[in-house]
């Protein structure tokens, strides 16, 4: 009879690989939409999200499906740890389904779908703020609490997805700034940090930075 080496708790496993999978996901995402497209037409679109309307599409849709139910299926310490993964889920998929209005000659269908789509991208980033800074920090009683610097970086995470979005709103809302030094988009730039935030929190729920002994 063939032994493993060591035993190990396959559904355990899986689930960390969920986790990394999403983490990697969240982080790869801005360079995968626009890298290609830069190298073919050399101009970033203004934000991650009009990257509906290039032949980036199936990429940037596909990966926010993945995310998406990643976080309806995935189960936590308690009813609200579920309850968030739930709706973050439910807003990625808004998020994937109700596009960004396109720039030139939109209808006014186009636009409401288009307020939809900040809505859930706030409420999808709120609720990914409120994973790191509160949930990701919580341990069960039975296991070990979760470490230190592990939780400054969760706390970390989740400020730099707060501070994202408010800089979208006070810069392109108020202020009207759409593009930053060397021609960024604002949007573009501040999605790409929340999505990094939010990749390396999960990354590191999944045991791939800063794991346990």
């Known amino acids: 009879m063939l032994l493993a080496p060591s035993a190990k708790d396959p559904a355990r496993l899986s689930y960390f690989a969920l986790r990394k ?10 360079f995968a939409v626009a890298i290609p497209w830069l190298l073919y037409c050399h101009t970033l679109e203004g934000s991650i999200s009009y990257y509906y309307y290039t032949g980036m599409r199936n990429l940037f ?3 926010l499906c993945a995310i998406a139910l ?20 439910v807003f990625a998929l808004g998020v994937a389904f109700c596009p960004t209005t396109p720039d030139y000659y939109s209808t ?17 980033f ?3 703020a409120i994973f790191c800074l ?23 995470c989740g400020i730099v997805i707060l501070a994202s979005m408010a800089a979208i709103l006070i810069l392109v809302k108020v202020f009207k700034v759409m ?7 604002t949007i573009f730039c501040f999605e790409t940090t929340s999505l990094l935030a939010f990749g390396v929190a999960w990354l590191i729920k999944g045991q791939t930075l800063l794991k346990d002994p």
């Not at 990697?24 to 801005?30: E, N, Q, T, Y």
């Not at 006014?108 to 999808?124: C, N, R």
């Not at 509160?134 to 970390?156: C, E, G, I, K």
């Open 61 to 63: 849709e596909g990966s």
């Open 134 to 156: 509160v949930l990701f920090r919580m341990s069960a009683h039975s296991h070990v609490l979760t470490p230190v610097q592990r939780n400054r970086v969760y706390t970390a």
């Open 179 to 185: 593009y930053l030094l060397g021609g960024i988009g």
């Open 108 to 124: 006014p269908f186009q636009k409401h779908v288009g307020t939809a789509h900040y809505i859930f991208a706030g409420l999808l």
């Open 70 to 89: 990643f976080q309806l299926f995935c189960r936590g310490y308690d009813v609200w740890d579920e309850l968030a993964g739930i709706l973050s889920g």
């Open 126 to 128: 709120s609720t990914l």
């Open 21 to 30: 999978a999403v983490g990697g996901i969240a982080l790869g995402l801005p």
